[in-house]
């Protein structure tokens, strides 16, 4: 909403007080000021001008040499406008003005002709293209007559002005009027205002006589009403109704059109102008469009109506698409002579339901949505027909026609003053309260130490205690609310064991290079469930946005996919990331969806990419399976870590494992299967997820640091024969079982297959390391305690030593 301060002096006197200074006590009261507009720009020596000759440049043909008198003399311009001509009033720039922009006007010469000056276009001042009366869209734009050269001409176009642009809240559709502003002005400044003063002739002639009306839609239109001006003539608006107009953002037309807007802007209640004549039946009827019915607006579309959307017609067909816009074939235009000024109550949903579906927001649909003052609908149209009256010199026929079923009993809020001061937190007093209820215009009487307030009809968003509360709050200060602590036994703040084991799981994984994803809670059915550790029935939204975002996931993989895929697509080819977060397995025994806590990680691409010492590698199983036990490592729980092949749905069937902790299923690890990686145009891609809730429910013993052994230690390697299908894990466990306590650490450093191997089996190699932290091992010691890891080797898992 922009708020011109000159308009705004003609209801509240706010002579004294800087527009910085009653911007910032807008603010301060609750609306916001976002910009502070100087429409002057700072600019001088911009006078008016009259031309006294006009006559083509020798040397060009586009230019004029222009002799205009500037009230202090008669100066050679040269101008380049198409419509410039001799006797016009212009804005000219003398030398020495500087035009927004930074353009400095200078004495020049121009294919050898001297111009000192320039004659300006409204645009060249500033003022936007789309606001510039279409006559002067193109070229200089043209004074009135009585304009006097050398006068200031800033303020005949008023740009004198200082412009107030209001970030207003969804609830404070009052100030989308200068009327409901002068409203709130006076309030914050205790003064009353001054309400334009409506009074004109009517003719002899009734309207009622020349006008039908009829609504059959009054759920949606409980109130119209029309007024019938005769003998007007369509012209330019004077301007200093231009100039408001442009000041708040609306682009002048004709004098009967600007009218409309200005009684819009002035009161918040939208009016339309219909030309009789083009209403043809004399009649008005409201009604519901049928079906595939069709209209033509005033932007020149062509609409087609549903049986929901309300419409104004002659009776015949649509003229107007109720509350939103007029009809092209029904617009006034230079040849109206007699005009019906509409003036009505919509019911806000329905025209908020038109205009989003026809993709219409006008400044009448937006005021209509929020809720207009029942009570200046007449006032509204009574105060076009006296501007009417005046400007285009028409003869307001007597009376209105009129149909009101609307209820205007203002709401009645009852609340206690002590109510108020507890909600606050602070004392104020009664007195008080009722000066700042009074200063807002709002009836409120003392009854037996309640306030009974009957909220004023234009301030719609009065409705219950808490809105009084707020007036009351925002009237006598947010600042000056006090600010105390609460009186509470307080104990010192830190992280829950969870929290603090889950940091130092965010903390390994970034460390590891994997970046945080936050993905949807939200997922489609056939993504819900893919890739889940756990199924359970899914809990699927009443409402949702989309089909894709419809239930609530039970994995986090497929929407790391998601992000996967999307940076692939924009050549980020290399991709680590991670997610904690819930999946939600079926229902609590609230009703509530049961949110289980996992951690899940992605990556594909580049795993090492060392250009200067030509070293890559690509990601792979096992780049992935180190995260996961350096993970496990962080929370002490690598001892219990175990890993078995598996075949899961939706991954490759050779290259995935379920993660176990002491016999638990807590995870599965992976290659996503090729046919889902070519699907979302992805290489070779692994991906991890794990119950985060469960391992961070295990307990784990405290952390305890142990000095670098004195005494050394003794390695031995094995190289082992077995069956193609044991896995490393299982030797790796029965080694663990059977080295006993001076057995201190195990590893697989080689698998081989080909020559000299028999088909269906492999060679594996581990070496093992044998120490005592007390004291030096005796050979005997570790041959005795290998003796018994190859003996356990043989019977357990049928390994042969290869020789």
Known sequence: MLVSTKWLSDYVNIDGITPADLAESITRSGIEVDAI??????????????????????????????????????????????????????????????????????????????????ICSLQELAIEGKLVPKAYAEGIYVLPDNAVPGENALPLIGLDDVILEFDLTANRSDALSMLGVAYEVGAILSQGIALPEISYTESSERAEDVLKLRIDASKDNPMYVAKVVK????????????????????????????????????????????????LETGEIVVRYAEDGEKITTLDDAER???????????????????????????????????????????????????????????????????????????????????????IAGGDVLAGSVIIDELDKTPVRITVSPDYINNTLGMKISLEEMLSILDRLQIDTEAINGKLVIDAPTRRQDLRIEEDIIEEIARMHGYDLIPMTLPITESTPGGLSPYQAKRRVIRAFLEGAGLYQALTYSLTSKDQAQKFALETAPVTELLTPMSEDRSVLRQSLIPHLLEVATYNVARRNDSVALYETGSVFLGVEEDGLPKEVEHVAALITGKWLDHAWQAETKMVDFFALK??????????????????????????????????????????????????????????????????????????????????????????????????????????????????????????????????????????????????????????????????????????????????
């Open 37 to 118: 507009i100087d429409r002057s720009m700072g600019m001088t020596h911009v006078v008016v001008g009259h031309v006294l000759e006009c006559v083509k440049h020798p040397e060009a043909d586009k230019l004029n040499i222009c002799q205009v008198n500037v009230g202090s003399e008669v100066t050679q311009i040269i101008c380049g406008a198409a419509n410039i001509a001799e006797g016009q009033k212009v804005i000219v720039a003398r030398p020495g003005a500087v035009l927004p922009g930074d353009f400095k006007i200078k004495t020049a010469k121009l294919r050898g002709e001297e111009s000192n000056g320039m």
């Open 231 to 278: 003998n007007v003539v369509i012209k330019e608006s004077p301007l200093w109704l231009q100039n408001r107009l442009m000041a708040v953002g609306i682009r002048p037309h004709n004098n009967v059109v600007d009218i409309t807007n200005y009684v819009l802007m002035e009161y918040g209640q939208p009016l339309h102008a219909f030309d009789y004549d083009r």
């Open 626 to 803: 180190g995260v996961v036990e350096g993970m496990m490592d962080s929370l002490g729980l690598v001892e219990g870590l175990s890993f078995e092949q598996a075949v899961i749905e939706g991954m490759h069937p050779g290259r995935t494992a379920n993660i176990f902790h002491n016999g638990e299923r807590v995870g599965l690890i992976g290659q996503v299967h090729p046919t889902e990686q070519k699907k979302r145009d992805l290489k070779n891609t692994y991906v991890m997820e794990m119950n985060l809730a469960q391992l961070l429910a295990i307990e784990t013993d405290e952390l305890l640091y142990v000095p670098v052994p004195r005494f050394p230690s003794i390695s031995r390697d094995i190289a082992l024969v077995v069956s193609s299908e044991t896995s490393a894990g299982r030797l790796e466990k029965v080694i663990r079982n059977a080295g006993g306590k001076l057995l201190q650490s195990v590893k697989l450093f080689d698998l081989y297959e080909g020559d000299n191997v028999e088909d269906g089996k492999k060679s594996v190699a581990f070496s093992l390391t044998y120490a005592d932290a007390e004291r030096t091992l005796k050979d005997d010691e570790v041959v005795k305690a290998h003796e018994q890891v190859l003996n356990a080797l043989t019977t357990e898992a049928g390994a042969l030593l290869r020789g």
């Open 304 to 390: 087609t109506l549903k049986p929901h959307h309300l419409v104004i017609t002659n009776g015949k067909e649509p003229v107007a698409l109720a509350g939103v816009m007029g009809g092209l074939d029904t617009e006034v235009h230079d040849g109206t002579t007699t005009v019906v000024i509409e003036s009505a109550y919509f019911a806000p949903s329905s025209i908020r339901r038109s205009s989003k579906e026809h993709g219409l927001r006008s400044d009448a649909s937006s005021r209509f949505e929020k809720g207009v003052d029942p009570e200046r609908v007449i006032e509204a149209a009574e105060r076009a027909a006296q501007l009417i009256s005046e």
